[in-house]
């Protein structure tokens, strides 16, 4: 066997563990439903609702990945009627409701981060959730995340392979001056727009605009029109019969992107990262990233001009860089022997040594940390997608077969991607054509169609509920 069917085989080995079986979906809407009974057991809570966001809802979770829930008090409006100050003393209460109810464990509230925060841990395997107060930019961040993840099956592979290699190499950690999850996620994507040929478009054709800016106004209608914008740009961009088909394997494009990185901190001092132009950008000629004070920048493209890396320290940067290097190093060389190493933490070592037959799967997932938060149309020769999400509170829904009018604009591609194609701008709330869907409880909810009103599926019954948004589980 050559070494390039070697990595091949080892990758999808890997997938087939990590990859989230239809119980830790379970597990983590039984979560959810118990994080919203203690939350509607406070009066000062009634009427909140329980909503997830992150890689749980963007499909980018690993078995062993967290759980980000967000608790909405925004009664239908973008706009949250809460300070910091009210949001620490919400998850105050947050907490005592949870400590009465019981279930729960680890208990840590982090009141001064950039959004305040209470970390728990459930009883059910172990998993770490994340709490926070009317965080709707990131609800929407996973939706796009979850979306754009719809181009191409290739990509939520990248991201968890990614994802595990960063956690086997401790590059994956902010709190200790390496990336967050959603930095890798973001570097993935501009790995698969500066490939060639490019798989995934600058994500401006996508979304033109910025994204945190569009978030105003009611919600349903916002969420409506966001979501139209990006079906119809996904939808042209997938329909262009002229743009070249990546074929890349996935050990290619692996090997690919430890390679492009690898010398990420001599770069980083001159060159950002900006996915929604799909290239580097000088950080001089770009006046909202001035000035300088970030050892890496890579730019959340639904939040511009912030800094998805912030965290990233210079010393750690350097380290990081020779991480890309000698793991690329040591993929392309003929010698296999630490292949595994490379590629996954020791835990994960045992587990597949444990399973070669890669249908046992490890009775408590969630004795690995959790990882951090932050998601197919074409065909691969990468295998079928693992399995699929039982049931969901509040279901993503696939803006691909939304049928929006819309407007033409020109976009301006990578330098290596030319793309013809036209991008659709978001629409008045005028314009909107209010589209729904229905579940097919034997798919992925995120890839519903659009038919009637949302609807609540429920595991132990085929029947669907519909209820009133206010009223609606998350």
Same mark, same amino acid.
């Given at each position: 066997?050559?070494?390039?069917?070697?990595?091949?085989?080892?990758?999808?080995?890997?997938?087939?563990?990590?990859?989230?079986?239809? #119980?830790?979906?379970?597990?983590?809407?039984?979560?959810?439903? #118990?994080?919203?009974?203690?939350? *509607?057991?406070? *009066?000062?809570?009634?009427?909140?609702?329980? *909503?997830? &966001?992150?890689?749980?809802?963007?499909?980018? &979770?690993?078995?062993?990945?967290?759980?980000?829930?967000?608790?909405?008090?925004?009664?239908?409006?973008?706009?949250?009627?809460?300070?910091?100050?009210?949001?620490?003393?919400?998850?105050?209460?947050? +907490?005592?409701?949870?400590?009465?109810?019981?279930?729960?464990?680890?208990?840590?509230?982090?009141?001064?981060?950039?959004?305040?925060?209470?970390?728990? *841990? =459930?009883?059910?395997? /172990?998993?770490?959730?994340?709490?926070?107060?009317?965080?709707?930019?990131?609800?929407?961040?996973?939706?796009?995340?979850?979306?754009?993840?719809?181009?191409?099956?290739?990509?939520?592979?990248?991201?968890?392979?990614?994802?595990?290699?960063?956690?086997?190499?401790?590059? /994956?950690?902010?709190?200790?001056?390496?990336?967050?999850? $959603?930095?890798?996620?973001?570097? !993935?994507?501009?790995? &698969?727009?500066?490939?060639?040929?490019?798989? &995934?478009?600058?994500?401006?054709?996508?979304?033109?605009?910025?994204?945190?800016?569009?978030?105003?106004?009611?919600?349903?209608?916002?969420?409506?029109?966001?979501? #139209?914008?990006?079906?119809?740009?996904?939808?042209?961009?997938?329909?262009?019969?002229?743009?070249?088909?990546?074929?890349?394997?996935?050990?290619?494009?692996?090997?690919?992107?430890?390679?492009?990185?690898?010398?990420?901190?001599?770069?980083?001092? #001159?060159?950002?990262?900006?996915?929604?132009?799909?290239?580097?950008?000088?950080?001089?000629?770009?006046?909202?990233?001035?000035?300088?004070? $970030?050892?890496?920048?890579?730019?959340?493209?639904?939040?511009?001009?912030? /800094?998805?890396?912030?965290?990233? =320290?210079?010393?750690?940067?350097?380290?990081?860089?020779?991480?890309?290097?000698?793991?690329?190093?040591?993929?392309? =060389?003929?010698?296999?022997?630490?292949?595994?190493?490379?590629?996954?933490?020791?835990? +994960?070592?045992?587990?597949?040594?444990?399973?070669?037959?890669?249908?046992?799967?490890?009775?408590?997932?969630?004795?690995?940390?959790?990882?951090?938060?932050?998601?197919?149309?074409?065909?691969?020769? /990468?295998?079928?997608?693992?399995?699929?999400?039982?049931?969901?509170?509040?279901?993503?829904?696939?803006?691909?077969?939304?049928?929006?009018?819309?407007?033409?604009?020109?976009?301006?591609?990578?330098?290596?991607?030319?793309?013809?194609?036209?991008? !659709?701008?978001?629409?008045?709330?005028?314009?909107?054509?209010?589209?729904?869907?229905?579940?097919?409880?034997?798919?992925?909810?995120?890839?519903?169609?659009?038919?009637?009103?949302?609807?609540?599926?429920?595991?132990?019954?085929?029947?669907?509920?519909?209820?009133?948004?206010?009223?609606?589980?998350?």
């Amino acid at each position: 066997m050559s070494a390039q069917s070697t990595l091949e085989n080892t990758l999808k080995e890997i997938l087939r563990v990590v990859k989230p079986l239809r #119980e830790d979906w379970t597990t983590r809407s039984q979560i959810i439903d #118990e994080l919203r009974g203690a939350v *509607e057991s406070v *009066e000062s809570l009634r009427g909140a609702t329980v *909503e997830p &966001f992150g890689s749980f809802v963007s499909d980018l &979770f690993t078995r062993w990945g967290d759980l980000d829930v967000s608790i909405e008090f925004s009664n239908g409006s973008f706009v949250s009627p809460y300070g910091k100050k009210q949001k620490q003393r919400l998850l105050e209460n947050v +907490m005592r409701a949870m400590r009465q109810k019981g279930g729960w464990r680890r208990y840590q509230l982090i009141p001064n981060a950039r959004v305040p925060i209470l970390k728990v *841990e =459930s009883n059910l395997q /172990n998993v770490s959730c994340d709490i926070s107060i009317d965080n709707l930019k990131c609800q929407m961040k996973s939706r796009l995340l979850f979306w754009i993840s719809e181009i191409d099956t290739r990509f939520r592979d990248m991201v968890l392979l990614v994802k595990e290699w960063a956690k086997a190499h401790n590059i /994956n950690n902010p709190k200790f001056g390496t990336f967050n999850s $959603y930095s890798l996620t973001l570097l !993935v994507v501009f790995h &698969f727009q500066t490939c060639a040929p490019a798989i &995934f478009p600058p994500l401006k054709d996508i979304y033109p605009g910025n994204l945190i800016d569009d978030l105003k106004g009611l919600r349903a209608d916002t969420e409506r029109r966001i979501e #139209e914008t990006c079906a119809a740009n996904i939808r042209r961009f997938q329909s262009y019969n002229l743009r070249a088909e990546n074929r890349s394997s996935l050990s290619e494009l692996f090997i690919s992107f430890l390679g492009k990185f690898s010398d990420i901190s001599l770069k980083a001092s #001159e060159l950002g990262i900006c996915t929604y132009t799909g290239q580097w950008q000088a950080i001089k000629s770009n006046m909202r990233w001035l000035p300088q004070t $970030y050892a890496l920048f890579i730019e959340d493209p639904f939040e511009q001009p912030e /800094n998805s890396a912030r965290a990233v =320290s210079k010393r750690e940067l350097t380290r990081i860089s020779e991480t890309f290097e000698m793991s690329h190093h040591m993929l392309i =060389s003929p010698n296999h022997s630490s292949l595994l190493a490379t590629l996954v933490r020791p835990q +994960m070592l045992s587990l597949m040594v444990r399973t070669p037959d890669w249908r046992r799967q490890p009775t408590h997932p969630q004795r690995f940390r959790a990882e951090g938060s932050h998601s197919p149309t074409p065909s691969n020769n /990468n295998g079928p997608r693992q399995p699929t999400r039982p049931q969901v509170h509040r279901v993503v829904r696939s803006p691909s077969q939304v049928q929006p009018q819309y407007q033409t604009v020109k976009p301006k591609g990578p330098s290596e991607v030319q793309p013809q194609y036209q991008t !659709v701008k978001p629409k008045g709330p005028s314009q909107v054509q209010p589209q729904f869907q229905t579940m097919n409880p034997k798919s992925h909810p995120n890839r519903a169609t659009f038919k009637k009103p949302p609807l609540q599926t429920y595991e132990d019954q085929r029947q669907q509920i519909w209820r009133p948004r206010s009223d609606r589980p998350v």
